[in-house]
């Protein structure tokens, strides 16, 4: 089921740091890539997605950087914040979107 | 309309009786999913509608789990004979037809005991 390998599984990173958070996929058929955040108690909430037509996408202070040849994509925060602490996941679906598969989540941690 | 609602929030059963969870979507959106969520995992696909068309299922969806969108319109995932293995968050998620962006609801936690 799992077809989205993320790393790592948790994270801590001072206040003002980067935080990065990798992952890769199998599937080639995949074509849209969204990082989902999640806070305890809540559903995920989507942050920021890419296709494979570019290598970068930047919203605020969040970029996806994708590489198509190594299947991999990756998700940076830039001067994380305390209220970025949550758990972070990667997701995968084909071109007919009923298919998204996620990764096992990152729990991030920022430290004040 | 202020997003995807489930219920119950929490739900605590005994082993061996049935649940009923509950989901209503964004009311445009004409896909509805199904997904578990387990203790430090990422949700794993269920099942999806297209309006009240079931069209796909997950080998993880046994014969105990039932799932209808009678109207198109809200879901229930049923699951009959509880186990402790069904322990898990179930989230439920809409979008429109040929959108990639899915908005969850906030889940329900289920705890078999």
């Known amino acids: 089921q799992q077809q989205v390998k993320q790393s790592p599984q948790s994270l801590i990173v001072q206040k003002g740091g980067i935080s990065i958070i990798n992952c890769a996929y199998e599937?080639?058929?995949?074509?849209?890539f969204p990082w989902y955040q999640q806070f305890p108690g809540k559903g995920p909430a989507l942050l920021i997605a890419i296709r494979p037509d570019v290598s970068e996408k930047k919203e605020g202070r969040f970029t996806i950087s994708f590489n198509k040849s190594a299947k991999q994509f990756s998700l940076h925060i830039m001067d994380s914040q305390p209220g970025d602490s949550a758990t972070y996941f990667c997701a995968a679906s084909g071109v007919n979107n009923n298919d998204m598969r996620f990764g096992a989540g990152t729990r991030l941690t920022v430290k004040p | 309309d202020t997003g995807v609602s489930q219920n119950p929030r929490h739900k605590i059963t005994k082993r061996g009786q049935n649940v009923t969870f509950r989901c209503d979507p964004i009311?445009?959106?004409?896909?509805l999913y199904w997904y578990r969520q387990t203790l430090g995992q990422g949700p794993e696909f269920l099942t999806y509608?297209?309006?009240?068309?079931?069209?796909?299922k997950s080998r993880l969806l046994s014969d105990r789990f039932s799932a209808e969108r009678p109207k198109g319109s809200f879901s229930t995932l049923e699951i009959q004979r509880t186990e402790q293995g069904d322990s898990a968050m179930y989230l439920c998620?809409?979008?429109?037809?040929?959108?990639?962006?899915?908005?969850f609801g906030s889940g329900t936690r289920l705890t078999v005991v």
């Open positions: 509608f297209q309006n009240e068309a079931q069209l796909e």
């Open positions: 998620a809409s979008s429109p037809t040929h959108s990639s962006s899915y908005t």
């Open positions: 599937n080639t058929a995949f074509d849209y």
């Open positions: 009311s445009e959106h004409n896909r």
